[in-house]
T-cell receptor, first 115, second 111 residues
Framework: DAGVIQSPRHEVTEMGQEVTLRCKPI?????LFWYRQTMMRGLELLIY????????DSGMPEDRFSAKMPNASFSTLKIQPSEPRDSAVYFC?????????????FGPGTRLTVT | RKEVEQDPGPFNVPEGATVAFNCTYS??????FFWYRQDCRKEPKLLMS???SGNEDGRFTAQLNRASQYISLLIRDSKLSDSATYLC????????????FGQGTTLQVKP
C-alpha cells in the first residue's frame, strides 16, 4: 500500500515567491496533519483536518500560511509570500479514526529553502 | 514551559549498552502517550505506545508515571541500527488524536 505522498521533496525558492506544498494521505484516513520541523523548534503542528474540514489552525504562524483540503485525497499548504525564516522540513501525516492510540503516518517531507 | 520536554542528548553509547530516555509533560489531562523514532533526514515513525502498566516490545520497554507526568523509554542491548532521534509524544485530546511532540533525544550507538 502506498503511504502518505508529498511533493515536491525539495523546494528552493526566493524570498517573496509563492510556495505550494502538496500531500496525498493514505486512503481511508480521516485525519490529515501538517507539521513543520526545524532544529530550533522541533516538530510543530500547523493545522489539521478531519474529513476535509479544518479543525485547528492555531499553529499556523501567520496569514502568509494557508491550507486547504478540497477532497479526501489531496491537501495543499501554501506560503505567500515566502520568507527565509520559513525554511524548514514540512511534513504531512494522516491518521485513521478508530481506537486509541491513534498512529500518525508521516510522509517523507518537503525540504523548503527560502533564500 | 514546553508541553513535552526531553533531554536532547546526544547519548553516545557502545553496542550492547542499556540506555534510558526520560520525558516530562505539562498537561495533566493528557490521554495517550507514545514514542516515535526519527532517522536522520527521514520522517517520524511510531515506535511504541506507552501504557500505564508499562509495556515491552523486544529490547524496548516504555513506562508511564501519571502522578509525576513522566514517561521513559529503556533500550537494552543497543544495536548500531538503534541510532536515531527518539521523540516523546503526548495526545491531549482523545477525540481528535492531536499529538504534541517533544524535541527529541538523539542516540548514537558506537561499535
Amino acid at each position: 500500500d502506498a503511504g502518505v505522498i508529498q511533493s515536491p521533496r525539495h523546494e528552493v525558492t526566493e524570498m517573496g515567491q509563492e510556495v505550494t506544498l502538496r500531500c496525498k494521505p493514505i486512503s481511508g484516513h480521516d485525519y490529515l496533519f501538517w507539521y513543520r520541523q526545524t532544529m530550533m523548534r522541533g516538530l510543530e503542528l500547523l493545522i489539521y483536518f478531519n474529513n476535509n474540514v479544518p479543525i485547528d489552525d492555531s499553529g499556523m504562524p501567520e496569514d502568509r500560511f494557508s491550507a486547504k483540503m478540497p477532497n479526501a485525497s489531496f491537501s495543499t499548504l501554501k506560503i505567500q509570500p515566502s520568507e527565509p525564516r520559513d525554511s524548514a522540513v514540512y511534513f504531512c501525516a494522516s491518521s485513521p479514526r478508530g481506537q486509541v492510540p491513534y498512529e500518525q503516518y508521516f510522509g517523507p517531507g518537503t525540504r523548503l529553502t527560502v533564500t | 514551559r514546553k508541553e513535552v520536554e526531553q533531554d536532547p542528548g546526544p547519548f553516545n553509547v557502545p553496542e550492547g549498552a542499556t540506555v534510558a530516555f526520560n520525558c516530562t509533560y505539562s498537561n495533566s489531562a493528557s490521554q495517550s502517550f507514545f514514542w516515535y523514532r526519527q532517522d536522520c533526514r527521514k520522517e517520524p515513525k511510531l515506535l511504541m505506545s506507552v501504557y500505564s502498566s508499562g509495556n515491552e516490545d523486544g529490547r524496548f520497554t516504555a513506562q508511564l508515571n501519571r502522578a509525576s507526568q513522566y514517561i521513559s523509554l529503556l533500550i537494552r542491548d543497543s544495536k548500531l541500527s538503534d541510532s536515531a532521534t527518539y521523540l516523546c509524544v503526548v495526545n491531549i485530546d482523545y477525540n481528535t488524536g492531536k499529538l504534541i511532540f517533544g524535541q527529541g533525544t538523539t542516540l548514537q550507538v558506537k561499535p
